[in-house]
């Protein structure tokens, strides 16, 4: 007799405690579906950008190449589900499994669930003719909702796949010289997390390349190769659920648009406007900022030997920073910034301070 284990959830996201009963349902069965189930535009998921499909795709990628786990999307609101838990939603989901994966009459069903109500309703419909293993949640003390409350306290908790959509992502921005580096740098030495650098200055330095030297291309490859190194750094195992960064694509944009008005430099504003803006906001899809502070310009212009000295008075970087503020409003990420207006040591404590609410 075959034996076919059934485990469901909306898995947003997909933990620890999902897995043990995944494994459970596996190692005592031939075969284990993972139903993947939620509705339509479900609040929870689009803000964190976790919708089903996603979610399923993730799944899936993650057993794959496992012959015994078989994972399945229903979709809750294209089967007629409401949101009640009223048994005709049961008789209704579960039906829409079966169209799914078939009914074997000889086949033994286990579902392996997590809550006693699931449980109960499940006995109560039976459409499978199936037992019910109900895990004892004092092994593991972990859920979803515990998860989207207090991702840095659960971090160990979430399957790897899903930890970058949690992950709490800083950005320190500003003009030229006005210490972003250096705060960036510290808070990340002072907590060991990981940080991102400029992805022009390094492609800059690869090709010998100056600031009059750069055209419309260049800045392509700014934005796309800036997008890499977030999409690398947030989603990588180093990070321990906080990531902070010192430059964005917004901050390319900025000196995009203020080098489409300088003659020496090969960029026009034609090419900023109908280009570099309407790409920068495709890439942008998918990199959220939780927290950005903005470096107002005050500080004295540090030549470094790679800043174009063209910038470098104050009334030019009132300009960019400008830019940078139209820009902050017009990706809408505006009601993320906090402008740091103290001393270098007022405004590492102030990042320190929001980053260590956040670990408590």
Same mark, same amino acid.
């Given at each position: 007799?075959?034996?076919?284990?059934?485990?469901?959830?909306?898995?947003?996201?997909?933990?620890?405690?999902?897995?043990?009963?995944?494994?459970?349902? &596996?190692?005592?069965?031939?075969?284990?579906?993972?139903? /993947?189930?939620?509705?339509?535009?479900? *609040?929870?998921?689009?803000?964190?950008?976790?919708?089903?499909?996603? =979610?399923?795709?993730?799944? =899936?990628?993650?057993?794959?190449?496992?012959?015994?786990?078989? /994972?399945?999307?229903?979709? %809750?609101?294209? +089967?007629?589900?409401?949101?009640?838990?009223?048994?005709?939603?049961?008789?209704?989901?579960?039906?829409?499994?079966?169209? #799914?994966?078939?009914?074997?009459?000889?086949? &033994?069903?286990?579902?392996?669930?997590?809550? *006693?109500?699931?449980?109960?309703?499940?006995?109560a419909t039976n459409l499978f003719n199936a037992s019910v293993y109900l895990a004892d949640?004092?092994?593991?003390? /972990?859920?979803?909702?515990?998860?989207?409350?207090?991702?840095?306290?659960?971090?160990?908790?979430?399957?790897?796949?899903?930890?970058?959509?949690?992950?709490?992502?800083?950005?320190?921005?500003?003009?030229?010289?006005?210490?972003?580096?250096?705060?960036?740098?510290?808070?990340?030495?002072?907590?060991?997390? *990981?940080?991102?650098?400029?992805?022009? =200055?390094?492609?800059?330095?690869?090709?010998?390349?100056?600031?009059?030297?750069?055209?419309?291309?260049?800045?392509?490859?700014?934005?796309?190769?800036?997008?890499?190194?977030?999409?690398? &750094?947030? !989603?990588?195992?180093?990070?321990? $659920?906080?990531?902070?960064?010192?430059?964005?694509?917004? +901050?390319?944009?900025?000196? !995009?648009?203020?080098?489409?008005?300088?003659?020496?430099?090969?960029?026009?504003?034609?090419?900023?406007?109908? +280009?570099?803006?309407?790409?920068?906001?495709?890439?942008?899809?998918?990199?959220?900022?939780?927290?950005?502070?903005?470096?107002?310009?005050?500080?004295? @212009? /540090?030549?470094?030997?790679?800043?174009?000295?063209? #910038?470098?008075?104050?009334?030019?970087?009132?300009?960019?920073? %400008?830019?940078? +503020? $139209?820009?902050?409003?017009?990706?809408?990420?505006?009601?993320?910034?906090?402008?740091?207006? $103290?001393?270098?040591?007022?405004? @590492?404590?102030?990042? &320190?301070?929001?980053?260590?609410?956040?670990?408590?």
């Amino acid at each position: 007799m075959t034996k076919i284990g059934l485990c469901f959830g909306g898995y947003c996201p997909l933990h620890q405690g999902h897995l043990d009963l995944i494994m459970m349902a &596996k190692k005592e069965n031939d075969i284990a579906y993972v139903i /993947v189930c939620g509705f339509d535009l479900e *609040p929870r998921a689009e803000e964190i950008g976790l919708p089903l499909r996603r =979610r399923t795709t993730i799944i =899936r990628e993650l057993f794959k190449g496992d012959e015994q786990i078989r /994972v399945i999307e229903i979709n %809750d609101t294209k +089967v007629g589900l409401d949101e009640s838990q009223s048994l005709n939603n049961w008789i209704i989901w579960q039906k829409a499994i079966k169209e #799914q994966i078939g009914l074997d009459e000889n086949a &033994k069903y286990v579902w392996y669930v997590g809550e *006693p109500r699931y449980k109960e309703e499940i006995l109560a419909t039976n459409l499978f003719n199936a037992s019910v293993y109900l895990a004892d949640r004092e092994d593991n003390l /972990v859920s979803g909702t515990l998860i989207r409350k207090f991702p840095i306290r659960y971090w160990s908790k979430i399957s790897k796949p899903f930890r970058q959509y949690f992950s709490t992502n800083i950005l320190i921005t500003g003009t030229a010289s006005e210490g972003k580096s250096t705060l960036t740098r510290d808070i990340a030495t002072y907590f060991g997390l *990981p940080y991102m650098t400029e992805f022009g =200055r390094d492609y800059m330095e690869k090709f010998c390349k100056t600031d009059v030297d750069l055209t419309v291309n260049d800045f392509i490859e700014f934005l796309i190769g800036q997008r890499k190194y977030s999409q690398e &750094k947030i !989603a990588s195992p180093e990070n321990p $659920g906080i990531f902070i960064s010192d430059t964005d694509n917004l +901050v390319t944009l900025m000196y !995009a648009k203020s080098y489409s008005e300088d003659p020496e430099i090969e960029i026009d504003p034609g090419q900023y406007n109908n +280009v570099l803006l309407p790409f920068a906001k495709t890439l942008q899809h998918g990199i959220t900022w939780n927290k950005i502070y903005l470096l107002p310009p005050k500080n004295d @212009f /540090v030549d470094d030997g790679s800043r174009y000295m063209k #910038q470098s008075t104050i009334e030019e970087r009132t300009k960019n920073y %400008d830019i940078l +503020v $139209g820009l902050l409003n017009e990706f809408g990420w505006w009601d993320k910034v906090e402008i740091l207006n $103290g001393n270098f040591l007022e405004n @590492f404590e102030t990042v &320190k301070s929001y980053i260590n609410g956040k670990l408590s």
